[in-house]
């Protein structure tokens, strides 16, 4: 049985909202966690080493869906920040590793703190308890909703 017209518009018009506002609050984090100097692409590359480890440039282009060329220039970026350091891979010295640098770590995990801490201090200041409550019951609705997403890198 197909959805009705105002079940479709209501559920349109909650797909906009959502966007809007957790778009905001991404960049409101952004900001709080003064990585708002780092580009998107840039971001993406140390969230990738972060969690998956080292990585060549190879690699890291499959994994976000670009040019090896494009990938080369914004890991060329981020080692000019110092933010990543390149090795020789010990299975294929033609290839190089690249880590994130012990500044790198750093500055995520004070990036991460800082955004933590913004957000702790926002919630307390903005919302009761009964409201924290709320909030907290639509996590896993929300968590649900990313788990179905597939696809790498869609906007």
């Keep these: 049985m197909p959805a009705s017209p105002s079940r479709t518009d209501a559920t349109h018009a909650l797909a906009v909202e959502m966007r809007v506002v957790l778009g905001k609050l ?10 708002d100097q780092l580009s998107s692409a840039q971001t993406s590359v140390l969230i990738q080493l972060e969690r998956q480890g080292a990585s060549t440039v190879t ?15 914004t ?3 981020l080692e000019t920040l110092g933010l990543l350091a390149g090795a020789p891979d010990p299975a294929d010295r033609r290839q190089t590793l690249w880590t994130l640098t012990p500044a790198c770590m750093e500055l995520v995990r004070a990036s991460r703190a800082a955004r ?10 903005q919302l009761d ?3 924290q409550a709320q909030l907290a019951a639509a996590m896993p ?3 649900r909703l990313l788990d179905a997403s597939t696809e790498p890198g869609v906007p």
Excluded: Y
């Excluded at 690699?59 to 220039?73: D, I």
């Design 26 to 35: 991404a960049r409101r984090l952004r900001k709080q966690g003064r990585t």
């Design 59 to 73: 690699a890291l282009a499959h994994a976000e869906g670009v040019r090896p060329q494009s990938m080369g220039a």
């Design 75 to 77: 890991v060329a970026s």
């Design 116 to 125: 933590e801490d913004w957000l702790d201090r926002v919630l307390r200041e």
């Design 129 to 131: 308890e009964r409201e």
């Design 141 to 143: 609705l929300l968590r």
